[in-house]
T-cell receptor, first 112, second 115 residues
Framework: GEQVEQRPPHLSVREGDSAVITCTYT??????FFWYKQEPGASLQLLMK?????EINEGQGFTVLLNKKDKRLSLNLTAAHPGDSAAYFC???????????FGGGTRLTVRP | EAAVTQSPRNKVTVTGGNVTLSCRQT?????MYWYRQDTGHGLRLIHY???????QIGDVPDGYKATRTTQEDFFLLLELASPSQTSLYFC??????????????FGHGTKLSVL
């Protein structure tokens, strides 16, 4: 089945710096990609979803890049602030009927 | 915003104990899921369902049963709890009628400790 490896497991940056989290997946037919954010003590919330037809998606303060050739998905926080401190999870699946496979998560700490 | 409510929020039991975790969603989503979250493993799917009476096996089903009694209610059962099942459990629901509206709505989690 699909396997998703997420790196790094822990990331600490200073306020204003960029932070990059990367997921690599194994199934070349993967088509749907998601990023979820989990703030301390809270549940997971959808940050962004990316479909295979689009390779770059931008949100408020972050960019998601999809490299289908290398089977790599990345989340780039362009100017991190303390409110971005949270755990981030990527999730992947390859068609409308399949299960989501989550990465192991990245715990991001943004220092003032 | 879709609401997913889990109960209890915390549960402590002993090895061999019988535990039921409950989940209710109020947005008539067709899919419901049970995940466990462990450090280094992210979220792993235990069981899921696409409607009342339906049950699908996830990636880590051993030691767990589940039952979807209604569109709203999904239960996870541990009939002989073991310490390896100590974990944070999340229930989630989703509307899979179209990719444009697909997302998981998570409950706040149940922290289970098996002594």
């Amino acid at each position: 089945g699909e396997q998703v490896e997420q790196r790094p497991p822990h990331l600490s940056v200073r306020e204003g710096d960029s932070a990059v989290i990367t997921c690599t997946y194994t199934d070349p037919n993967s088509y749907y990609f998601f990023w979820y954010k989990q703030e301390p003590g809270a549940s997971l919330q959808l940050l962004m979803k990316v479909f295979s037809s689009t390779e770059i998606n931008e949100g408020q303060g972050f960019t998601v890049l999809l490299n289908k050739k290398d089977k790599r998905l990345s989340l780039n926080l362009t100017a991190a602030h303390p409110g971005d401190s949270a755990a981030y999870f990527c999730a992947v699946r390859y068609n409308a009927g399949a299960k989501l496979t989550f990465g192991g998560g990245t715990r991001l700490t943004v220092r003032p | 915003e879709a609401a997913v409510t889990q109960s209890p929020r915390n549960k402590v039991t002993v090895t061999g104990g019988n535990v039921t975790l409950s989940c209710r969603q109020t947005n008539s989503h067709n899919y419901m899921y049970w995940y466990r979250q462990d450090t280094g493993h992210g979220l792993r799917l235990i069981h899921y369902s696409y409607g009342a009476g339906n049950l699908q096996i996830g990636d880590v089903p051993d030691g767990y049963k589940a039952t979807r009694t209604t569109q709203e209610d999904f239960f996870l059962l541990l009939e002989l709890a073991s310490p390896s099942q100590t974990s944070l459990y999340f229930c989630a629901s989703s509307d899979r009628t179209g990719i444009s509206n697909e997302r998981l709505f998570f409950g706040h989690g149940t922290k289970l400790s098996v002594l």
